[in-house]
């Protein structure tokens, strides 16, 4: 496998999690979306499997690592059933995601919004329903699974601003 075949299977890895991460802000905000096709879930899958069998295939077992946390976010996410403002937080994080995902170096941005969703979950009245109780614990433990991608990424990706 040529170093530009390994290119080309990371920049499409890259996209198929971009596409994954903006489908995910998408059912946040509208319950009712169909995700069909699983959303390059396993186009994801299959890329990283092909890419890890190729020379100095570390890149790809990070990204591998990453997809298990975002296959736990997705569970996560289906289990929202009923729209709430409290969704409309975490979907703007998965679209800042969803961009940052795609750039050479860690940004931070959407790892400092989840900080600030974090603080924002704790500042909240407390749920007047169980449904409401549910869909919040749910959303929640999406911000949680994001730490999991983070700590991934984070060992991997340099900051920006940091010279290699």
């Not at 795609?102 to 931070?108: A, E, I, S």
């Not at 749920?127 to 959303?139: H, K, V, W, Y």
């Amino acid at each position: 496998m040529s170093s530009l075949n390994l290119l080309e299977y990371k920049v499409r890895v890259v996209l198929l999690f971009s596409q994954i991460f903006n489908e995910l802000a998408r059912h946040l905000r509208d319950t009712e979306h169909i995700w069909s096709g699983g959303g390059g879930l396993l186009e994801a899958e299959d890329m990283l499997e092909q890419a890890i069998r190729a020379p100095r295939p570390a890149y790809f077992y990070m990204r591998e690592r990453q997809l298990e946390a975002i296959r736990r976010r997705v569970q996560l996410v289906a289990r929202v059933y009923q729209m709430l403002p409290h969704g409309e937080l975490p979907a703007g994080v998965f679209e800042e995601l969803a961009e940052d995902v795609k750039m050479p170096r860690c940004t931070g941005r959407a790892e400092n919004r989840l900080a600030e969703l974090e603080k924002q979950f704790k500042s909240m009245p407390l749920p007047s329903t169980r449904e409401e109780f549910e869909i919040r614990a749910e959303l929640l433990q999406i911000t949680e699974e994001r730490k999991v991608y983070f700590s991934v990424a984070k060992r991997e990706k340099r900051p920006v601003g940091q010279d290699a």
